[in-house]
């Protein structure tokens, strides 16, 4: 099976850089998702790292080092709207995906 | 093009009442899923399919929970008999084999069982 750990809670400023980590435990690992879940909503895809490296998507970068069994969602230029929950994921193949607890994410003025 | 449609959205019941969530997927995807969100467990698999068949339900609680996908557009989750802990979130989410990594998650349904 897959574990996976982030922190719970994360506070930055308007307009500043924020990473949020995920660790990862498993026993078949093929990649590392991202999902936002704003309050009340249902969870939207963010970004797959299947290989290591950094794939970057607008705002939103995501790292993945399997050596390490580590990854981080990268936001830039942080907007009021980007505060939500954060969920990393690991791929355990077959399309299967467990994900983290979530990572709540508070954007202050 | 439409995306995942759950019902109802919200369902309040009593405890012993049988429950039915429903779940349309988005057409063309081959695989569906079940989830279930609470604060202290966050997001949980409790169930999935490829091509209407069920290929993991380890993360199904107990017997009280079934799920079935008669055909290509439709799946249900029933609970029976209901019980306070099942009050959560429930989720259903589609994706493709021949796309991206991306699940597609419907709105969700509140489930409340007094």
């Known amino acids: 099976g897959q574990s996976l750990e982030q922190p719970s809670e994360v506070t930055a400023v308007e307009g500043a850089i924020v990473q949020i980590n995920c660790t990862y435990q498993?026993?078949?690992?093929?990649?590392l998702s991202w999902y936002q879940q704003h309050d009340g909503g249902a969870p939207t895809f963010l970004s797959y790292n299947g290989l290591d490296g950094l794939e970057e998507t607008g705002r939103f970068s995501s790292f993945l080092s399997r050596s390490d069994s580590y990854g981080y969602l990268l936001l830039q230029e942080l907007q009021m709207k980007d505060s939500a929950s954060y969920f990393c994921?690991?791929?355990?193949?077959?399309?299967?995906?467990?994900f983290g607890i979530g990572t709540k994410l508070q954007v202050i003025p | 093009d439409a995306g995942v449609i759950q019902s109802p959205r919200h369902e309040v019941t009593e405890m012993g009442q049988e429950v039915t969530l429903r779940c349309k997927p988005i057409?063309?995807?081959?695989?569906l899923f079940w989830y279930r969100q609470t604060m202290m467990r966050g997001l949980e698999l409790l169930i999935y399919?490829?091509?209407?068949?069920?290929?993991?339900d380890s993360g199904m609680p107990e017997d009280r929970f079934s799920a079935k996908m008669p055909n290509a557009s439709f799946s249900t989750l029933k609970i029976q008999p209901s019980e306070p802990r099942d009050s959560a979130v429930y989720f259903c989410a589609s994706s493709t084999s021949g796309g991206t990594y991306e699940q597609y998650f419907g709105p969700g349904t509140r489930l409340t069982v007094t």
């Open positions: 057409s063309g995807h081959d695989y």
């Open positions: 994921a690991g791929d355990g193949g077959y399309q299967k995906v467990t």
């Open positions: 399919f490829n091509n209407n068949v069920p290929i993991d």
């Open positions: 498993t026993s078949g690992f093929y990649g």
